[in-house]
């Protein structure tokens, strides 16, 4: 599955157990007829794919729907689902490098000089 959108937040990586389980979750804002914020979660190696993004970038972000049961104190059964992303790339048309901006009578990246009175 995929979910496209612009980034909204990416927090820092946490380290959970004496096992040393890392995770850092990101949200994306789909572009629907209805936004959602959907919280995604990164695990493990898959962590450190979000260091070359950051927020109000364009995202595809390909998920996996996980979801587990407790057992409370009670006795009772509950459910949890997780969004879990395993790959993420920039939306076509978008990159993940910071854009270029130029100053008149400047060169940009891989641009040729403008002389052109208009």
């Known amino acids: 599955m995929e ?13 959970v157990g004496a096992a040393g389980f890392r995770k850092r979750d990101m949200v994306v804002t ?3 007829q209805y936004p959602q914020d959907l919280s995604i979660q990164f695990v493990q190696d898959k962590v450190d794919l ?3 993004y950051q927020p ?3 995202v595809k972000v390909s998920i996996n729907l996980r979801g587990r049961e ?7 059964a509950i459910y949890f689902n ?6 993420i790339e ?9 854009p270029t901006t130029t100053t008149p009578g400047t060169v940009g990246k891989d641009k040729e000089p403008d002389d ?3």
């Open 116 to 118: 052109l009175p208009f």
């Open 3 to 15: 979910v496209t959108g612009k980034i909204k937040v990416i927090n820092e990586t946490e380290t």
């Open 90 to 98: 920039a939306a076509a048309g978008t990159s993940n490098e910071a």
């Open 50 to 52: 979000l260091d070359s």
């Open 70 to 76: 407790w057992i409370n104190p009670e006795g009772k």
């Open 56 to 58: 109000g970038q364009d």
């Open 30 to 32: 789909t572009e629907d």
């Open 82 to 87: 997780t969004i879990q992303g395993w790959r």
